[in-house]
């Protein structure tokens, strides 16, 4: 009789970390849209926060990504507070206020069993 590794390996699979098992030398192709959005607050505004905008890691096609994605860090600019922020679940997504424009950087880190 054959250890279950060795009939899992001879058939393209291995044993995961928690023993369960799994494909080897597969690749997956996730779509993932990132992006933002913003909105005028109008007149009454204050002129540091006259708009709202939110920045967003989301599946084109609204599929839960939190099976492979563990947590997006997005850097704002430095003169939020807290600018470097982690969403670690869905919607992976911020919103702020604020006046002008700036660079946004998103960094999706994977779930280790993905």
């Known amino acids: 009789c054959l250890h279950p590794a060795a009939n ?3 058939a393209g699979y291995v044993m995961g970390k928690k023993g369960e098992r799994r494909m080897k030398d597969v690749e997956l192709c996730l779509p993932i849209c990132v992006g933002t959005v913003s ?14 905008w939110t920045v967003y890691v989301r599946s084109p096609v609204n599929e839960d990504l939190s099976p492979v994605v563990k947590k997006v860090v997005f850097h704002l600019h430095h003169s939020f507070d807290q600018p470097v922020r982690e969403v670690l679940q869905q919607p992976f997504e911020l919103t ?5 424009e700036f660079e946004i950087t998103a960094g999706v880190h994977f779930v280790d069993e993905a």
């Open 8 to 10: 899992m390996a001879d």
């Open 96 to 100: 702020e206020t604020g006046w002008g």
């Open 39 to 52: 909105f005028w607050l109008g007149k009454k505004a204050d002129e540091y926060h006259s708009h709202r």
